[in-house]
């Protein structure tokens, strides 16, 4: 009932910038959290940013500091700046949403129904 799209990716050299975007329609009052997961090569996914109705913020602390959230409009359009790249961060970055109860959606403990396609981050050292 929910959709979500992605876009901003690219490639960009160590220290650079870029910012992410990810559109969200259908049921969009359904979804208590919002927020970008990340899988590099050879890696498992990561959740990297949430952010809740009433706009509260948490990065992982491998990106708190150089990656802010901001949205318009309530929810969509949801940015995602992202400062300071480093190689490491080189992944498929995903908008996704969770229905869920808020704190079981940022821990994780319950299932992200809803998923973009995915936007390729590249950066070069």
């Known amino acids: 009932q929910v959709q979500l799209v992605e876009s901003g990716g690219g490639s960009v050299q160590d ?6 975007s990810c559109a969200a329609s259908g049921n969009i009052f359904s ?17 990297v940013a949430t952010i809740t109705a009433h706009g509260i913020t948490q990065y992982s602390d491998s990106v ?11 929810r969509t359009p949801l940015f995602m700046h992202i400062n300071s790249l ?8 995903y908008c996704a949403a969770c229905t869920g109860v808020e704190y079981m959606c940022v ?13 390729q981050v590249t950066v070069s050292s």
């Open 15 to 20: 220290g650079g910038s870029l910012s992410l």
């Open 31 to 47: 979804i208590n959290v919002m927020g970008w997961y990340r899988q590099g090569p050879g890696k498992e996914r990561e959740l």
């Open 64 to 74: 708190k500091g150089r990656f802010t959230m901001s949205r318009d409009n309530l």
């Open 86 to 93: 480093k190689p490491e961060d080189t992944a498929m970055y």
């Open 107 to 119: 821990t994780e403990q319950t299932t992200w129904e809803y998923w973009g396609q995915g936007t």
